[in-house]
Nanobody, 123 residues
Framework: QLQLVESGGGSVRPGGSLRLSCAASGFQPDQYAIGWFRQAPGRMREGVVCISSDGRTTDYADSALGWFTISRDKSTHTVYLQMNSLKPEDTAVYYC????????????????WGQGTRVTVSS
């Protein structure tokens, strides 16, 4: 079992930045690839970016490439999502999720999910 807790959401003006955190706990958290997903009001959940369990490879959605950066701190079992130049269309609940694998892909199934953290981008 793995537990995931997101934090760092909030309200920000367009062009601003936020850093989301996903803290993992449980059995062998470093054996899991971690992904960030988001769901905007009235829309389906979509993948944003994921990182391999060793932190060496990533997979970015086109909407995130160049704006968002994922990183992983194995010492604290935490995955970060740095979001820059935020736009109103980035408004959503952001979830982190884990799958027991070395490599990650946004198109694959994830086993464990956090409760989400809300991001609102508005002037």
């Amino acid at each position: 079992q793995l537990q995931l807790v997101e934090s760092g959401g909030g309200s920000v003006r367009p062009g601003g930045s936020l850093r989301l955190s996903c803290a993992a706990s449980g059995f062998q958290p470093d054996q899991y690839a971690i992904g960030w997903f988001r769901q905007a009001p009235g829309r389906m959940r979509e993948g944003v970016v994921c990182i391999s369990s060793d932190g060496r490879t990533t997979d970015y959605a086109d909407s995130a490439l160049g704006w968002f950066t994922i990183s992983r701190d194995k010492s604290t079992h935490t995955v970060y999502l740095q979001m820059n130049s935020l736009k109103p269309e980035d408004t959503a609940v952001y979830y982190c999720a884990a799958r027991r694998a070395l490599y990650c892909s946004l198109s694959q199934e994830y086993e464990f999910w956090g409760q989400g953290t809300r991001v609102t981008v508005s002037s």
